[in-house]
């Protein structure tokens, strides 16, 4: 069963109010989205580990949705959210860690085209996106970029670092 | 296989968190916006009884200096409190940018401010520093106990910029605290008002920046 709004806002409504089969139904199909939403953000072997992650948050937060607004852009700024941790995370700890996959089966729904990858490294400089596009993206090497680019390693390096530092502000101001 | 193992932990996950799920109610703004008010009020009264009421407010007659400030600095305070609270339940696409057209308009008073003192008013001369220590430790108080519950209501909610909430919770605390003590500060000129009044504001956004992030983040 493909998600729809409407649905999904019914049992998070009912959930709300302590419904557990319906809670269960909609984490089941929240994961589903949030598989496919991550697809285009994050390496593969990745994926499941940040569905539970946001998953958890989803759980914690319960309170924080508004039944009388839309679920899924609700669920899409917590997954965003735990995006941006996760990045920042991982560009704190080693910035040449980071991966961003291209989905082979992406879904790209409205929520999901506000924060695409391709849309925001439209907002980067150009020789910021470029290198962020084929170092985390294509997964070339540094020394690969370097001789695409012309640009030198060090210079590689540091638009990677500022690229990624201006994508999550980019992310959370979206 | 490992995708069934991954299945299988998800699963086992979901079902620990259907297990614990328990009613709970949908965070209202309603309730922590006028929880604001009242300890506004409370404050404006306190400060007042403590040093003296303004005698134009006793007299029923306000200065239009006063009302322009108290109306701006209840602006202020209520629409970027309102955007604070706003952002305790996030979604994406959704913008509540009340707060920016707030800022905006106050500032007009550092602005109007400068211009007074550079053409001439010396009310900064003459207000005495234990007048200017009254007037920010006054409105600092305040902006603290006003920062208290939205603090608390950010917490509950899910705010999605840690940073920029720290930033507004600030400016609301502080224009609130500001809008309290302009009950009774005696000092109507626009050099006054455009110097230390902001500056009161500014510390208090400066502090939630710093401060508020942290208790947050979830």
């Known amino acids: ?92 700890h080693e910035a040449s860690a980071l991966d961003f996959d291209v989905a082979e089966d992406g879904h790209e729904d409205v929520v999901g085209a506000k924060i695409s990858i391709d849309r925001l490294l439209g907002q980067l400089p150009e020789n910021q996106a470029e290198v962020i596009r084929l170092t985390k993206i294509e997964g070339h090497s540094v020394s690969e970029t370097c001789a695409r680019t012309g640009q030198s390693e060090s210079l590689v390096k540091v638009n990677v670092h500022r690229g990624l530092k201006k994508l999550s502000a980019l992310i959370e101001s979206e | 296989m490992k995708a069934n193992k991954q299945m299988t932990e998800r699963s086992f996950n979901i079902d620990a968190l259907v297990e614990d799920l328990a009613p709970v109610k949908p965070i209202k703004a309603m309730p922590t916006l006028l929880t604001l008010a009242a300890i506004a009020v409370v404050a404006l009264f306190a400060i007042s009884f403590m040093r003296d009421f303004r005698t134009d407010l006793l007299t029923g007659q306000p200065t239009a200096m006063f009302l322009m400030r108290a109306g701006m600095l209840a602006l202020l305070g209520g629409a970027t409190a309102f955007s604070v609270l706003a952002m305790a339940q996030p979604s994406v696409g959704k913008h509540n940018n009340s707060w920016q057209i707030a800022v905006a308009f106050a500032a007009l ?33 305040t902006a603290f106990a006003t920062a208290i519950p939205m603090v608390m209501s950010l917490r509950r909610g899910a705010p999605t910029n840690p940073e920029r909430a720290g930033w507004l919770t600030g400016v609301a605390a502080g224009g609130m605290g500001a809008f309290a003590y302009s009950f009774y500060c005696p000092f109507d000129s626009l050099a006054y008002t455009g110097v230390w009044f902001t500056l009161s504001v500014a510390i208090s956004a400066v502090a939630g920046r710093l401060i508020v992030p942290s208790l947050i983040r979830w």
Not at chain 1, 48 to 76: C, G, I
Request: net charge positive; hydrophobic share 45%.
């Open chain 1, 1 to 92: 069963m493909k998600s729809n709004e409407e649905s999904l806002r019914g049992l998070m409504q009912l959930a709300q109010k302590g419904d557990k089969a319906a809670y269960s139904t909609l984490l089941t199909e929240a994961g589903r989205w949030l598989s496919r939403f991550y697809a285009q953000k994050i390496a593969a072997h990745e994926i499941d580990d940040l569905v539970q992650d946001t998953l958890m948050s989803v759980h914690r937060k319960l309170s924080s949705y508004d039944p009388s607004r839309p679920f899924l852009p609700w669920l899409a700024a917590i997954a965003r959210f735990r995006w941006v941790d996760r990045l920042r995370k991982t560009y704190k």
């Open chain 2, 109 to 141: 008073f550092p602005l109007g401010g400068i211009i007074a003192i550079m053409t001439g008013d010396n009310t900064l001369a003459i207000a005495s520093m234990a007048s200017v220590y009254r007037c920010l430790g006054f409105s600092a108080i």
